[in-house]
């Protein structure tokens, strides 16, 4: 039996998805929990991994069991054993040919800017903090040069394990509500550090650092030092996952909260 799960988390105090020995990650604390459900060792697979201090709204998971429980009590025997910063939302049977990572066809995330004098505190290590004033228009001019399917090789990490950096850029938005300025990306895939690589140049362009034209001259670089700096992990969001309608999978876009 295969099972897809939708989870949500607070990767604040979190060394990422990935599990590492000794380290706290999502993976390990999902994999307890969906063990003890089970009562033998259960592994998963995500659809797309994130670094340390990275949220998430709509991550997907599978994984594949002998052991036969209700959908009801994967879901909710799982949240029984999760830690409060780590939440399963909903819970499928899944076709044969489901994999959670190679049958996506897009990810949404969502970078998350807090644009004032003063640093947040009931935000803190949920959002990204700029005192300087940014420019949204001069930002969404700069994300308009990013659009569409490209070489990203200037927006991806050095230690970026992807054998292609081409990737298709379907919606890059970027949108103010009050202090509060938002990065929304849709792409078919995304390389490693790439939205929080992009989040650096626009906010750039935003404090008048840069001429918006200047993303497109960074894109076309195709070299990661003429990008700028790596915006920090604590503003962004896996958002959600799109897969095929014939999965019948739940799509979580976008967020529940006010943003």
């Keep these: 039996m295969k099972i897809a799960l939708g989870v949500e988390y607070d990767g604040a105090q979190f060394s990422g998805w990935e599990g590492q020995p000794r380290r706290r990650t999502v993976q390990g604390e999902l994999e307890k929990a969906l ?35 209700e959908l009801r009590a994967w879901l909710l025997g799982g949240n029984a054993n999760l830690p409060d910063d780590v939440s399963l939302t909903w819970a499928r049977s899944a076709a044969d040919d489901f994999h959670a990572r190679f049958s ?22 949920r959002v990204c903090w700029e005192h300087r004033p940014l420019a949204v228009e001069a930002m969404q001019e700069g994300a308009g040069h ?3 399917e490209h070489d990203f090789s200037s927006f991806r990490a050095v230690a970026c394990q992807a054998k292609s950096p081409v990737r298709q850029v379907r919606r890059l ?25 992009m989040a650096g140049v626009l906010m750039a362009i935003g404090m008048g650092r840069q001429a918006p034209a200047w ?45």
């Design 104 to 125: 996506a066809r897009g990810r949404h995330y969502r970078y998350v800017i807090c644009n004032r004098r003063t640093r947040p505190a009931v935000l803190r290590q």
């Design 35 to 69: 063990s003890a459900v089970a009562d033998r060792p259960t592994k998963v697979i995500c659809a797309g991994r994130t670094d340390a201090g990275v949220h998430a709204w709509g991550q997907v998971v599978h994984f594949e069991t002998e052991v036969t429980r």
């Design 146 to 148: 990013l659009l569409g």
């Design 173 to 197: 938005e970027v949108s103010q509500r009050g202090v509060m300025i938002f990065i929304d990306v849709v792409a078919n895939g995304f390389l490693h550090h790439m939205v929080r690589n």
């Design 215 to 259: 993303s497109r001259d960074v894109l076309k670089a195709r070299d990661r030092t003429r990008g700028g700096v790596t915006a920090p992990p604590d503003g962004l969001y896996l958002m959600g996952v799109e897969y095929p309608l014939r999965f019948g999978l739940p799509r979580v876009f976008p967020s529940p909260l006010v943003w």
